[in-house]
């Protein structure tokens, strides 16, 4: 069972980028999946989410910018960036979940298996 990070890499400030986590080993169809991020000497924090039903969640600091799907039939989740800021910069995780909702998804205790580690660099 793995989660599989990529397309993570260096974008100027207003720019765009697609990240996307694969998973492999087990179908993740009825998993919740998230996305967190964790600045450069910062603790890691919550950066979007979306239930097995296809509900989202954002950040706060991401509403509006960032949009997170899913893809069941090649069981991944992607992460679609727009207007970044250098603030931004971070290493990207994504997450899958059995159980929760959307309020608790927000939490990175609610997820059960976690991938490596994307980097996203925003230059100003």
């Known amino acids: 069972v793995q989660l599989q990070a990529s397309g993570g890499g260096l974008v100027r400030a207003g720019g765009s980028l697609t990240i996307s986590c694969a998973a492999s080993g087990r179908t993740f169809n009825f998993y919740n999946r998230g996305w967190f991020r964790q600045p450069p000497g910062k603790e890691r924090e919550f950066v979007a989410a979306?239930?097995?039903?296809?509900?989202?969640a954002y950040a706060d600091s991401v509403k509006g910018r960032f949009a997170v799907s899913r893809d069941n039939a090649k069981n991944t989740v992607y992460l679609q960036m727009n207007s970044l800021k250098p603030e931004d910069t971070a290493v990207y995780f994504c997450?899958?979940?059995?159980?929760?909702?959307?309020?608790?998804?927000?939490?990175?205790?609610?997820?059960?298996?976690w991938g490596q580690g994307t980097l996203v660099t925003v230059s100003s």
């Open positions: 997450a899958a979940a059995s159980r929760g909702i959307l309020s608790t998804l927000r939490n990175s205790h609610a997820y059960d298996i």
């Open positions: 979306i239930s097995k039903s296809g509900g989202t």
